[in-house]
């Protein structure tokens, strides 16, 4: 298997893409984007302050992951403890947040199996080395059907594909990839008409207006809360995103944690984007899951008591306070992560609110 890995990692993903186009044209950006995180997350170290491209919450702190731990436990235990329960995490990266919120679970005696969704041959060793008893699957089809699940997913939702669809001229069209005489990745429209793929109330937007969406994301979102509906439970998504309808193109991509351009080096720079959590709320909704709200990362974690939280662990290691303090404010200043970065909480129809979402 690592042979075939090396001989995929040799081609380079931007000549694929060319000799792609040249044969059958441009492709839509979705794919362009699909495959080349799909390259990415398989042969690079993405995540971790050195060496990595770019830093998550759950690597910011420990506390991240023990809070969200508690979170899980809380509303699992209130909602009557029933077994077989599941900890589910999608993207779960080095494994950082499974070992944190699985050990933080643990002093409350719960003690979930451990499910890892994950399409990375390299992370899934990472992962595993973190969290020794952890069940991989390649998606959610084969995570059991019985017990509730507590599902996590951090800074998952934004590395799935987007769809682009821009207002020309002539109606509205795709987002697809071509090349020009240099050989360089450039935008341009469709040739298929895409109308009937925009909301009416949109149709008549000026030229040039870009409507972006995540059709991954929302088959997500409708898979799991079905799944909460049919066999309880509850679930996280944390991601950068925003909550009222925006329109334009979100999509960024960073290497060495700087912003690149998003066509220099396919494979071998994160792409992502914004998550619309509007509409993932909608559709958690049509699927008669409880959507407890989304609310900023940085009131939630206070909420949940990253403050005391912090305080007790810099008591008992007096010499790591300056580290802790400046870990938790990057965890939860609106000018650093606590703004930007939402929690977006749903459960199972009947279960009782989470901690740190507004009582509705
Ligand atoms: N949650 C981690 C990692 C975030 S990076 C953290 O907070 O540090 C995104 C993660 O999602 C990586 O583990 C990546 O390999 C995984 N991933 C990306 N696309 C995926 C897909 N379609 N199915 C499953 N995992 C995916």
């Not at 910011?60 to 589910?88: C, K, N």
């Not at 719960?110 to 390299?122: D, F, G, Y």
């Not at 990839?177 to 240099?182: K, L």
């Not at 619309?276 to 008669?288: K, N, Y």
Request: hydrophobic share 40%.
């Amino acid at each position: 298997m690592s042979d075939l890995r090396d001989e995929d990692a040799k081609r380079d993903l931007g000549d694929t893409f060319r000799r792609l186009i040249a044969a059958t044209g441009p492709i839509s950006l979705a794919h362009f984007m699909g495959e080349s995180n799909q390259r990415y997350y398989a042969d690079k170290r993405p995540i971790g302050g050195q060496g990595g491209d770019f830093i998550t919450a759950p690597e910011v702190s420990q506390m991240f992951g023990e809070l969200i731990g508690l979170w899980l436990s809380d509303i699992w235990i209130r909602a009557g403890r029933t077994e077989p329960v599941h900890y589910v995490e999608l993207g779960p990266g080095r494994g950082t947040l499974a070992r944190d919120a699985c050990r933080a679970m643990k002093r409350y005696n719960v003690e979930p199996r451990v499910h890892l969704v994950e399409t990375s041959r390299r992370l899934r060793d990472a992962q595993l080395a973190a969290n020794p008893n952890a069940i991989h699957h390649h998606d959610l089809s084969t995570v059991p059907t019985e017990g509730p699940l507590l599902i996590v997913a951090n800074e998952f939702l934004d590395a799935l594909p987007v769809r682009q669809l821009v207002k020309t001229n002539e109606g509205w069209r795709e987002v697809m990839v071509g090349v020009d005489a240099d050989g360089n990745f450039i935008e341009m429209p469709g040739r298929q008409p895409m109308d009937s793929a925009v909301p009416e109330a949109r149709r008549g937007d000026a030229p040039g207006t870009v409507i972006e969406t995540s059709p991954a994301s929302a088959t997500i979102m409708f898979e799991v809360a079905g799944r909460l509906r049919d066999q309880d439970g509850a679930a996280l998504f944390i991601d950068y995103g925003y909550r009222h309808g925006r329109s334009g193109s979100t999509i960024q991509a960073v290497k060495d944690h700087r912003k690149v351009g998003i066509f220099d080096t396919p494979g071998d720079v994160d792409l992502s984007a914004h998550v619309d959590f509007a509409q993932m709320e909608q559709i958690a909704l049509s699927r008669d899951a409880r959507v407890l709200g989304t609310v900023p990362q940085g009131e939630w974690l206070q909420a949940l008591g990253i403050r005391e939280r912090a305080d007790a662990l810099a008591e008992y290691a007096p010499q790591h306070r300056e580290a802790l303090m400046l870990a938790r404010d990057r965890l939860i200043e609106p000018d650093q992560m606590g703004e930007l970065f939402k929690v977006m909480g749903l459960v199972a129809p009947g279960w009782p609110d989470g901690a740190g979402f507004p009582v509705r």
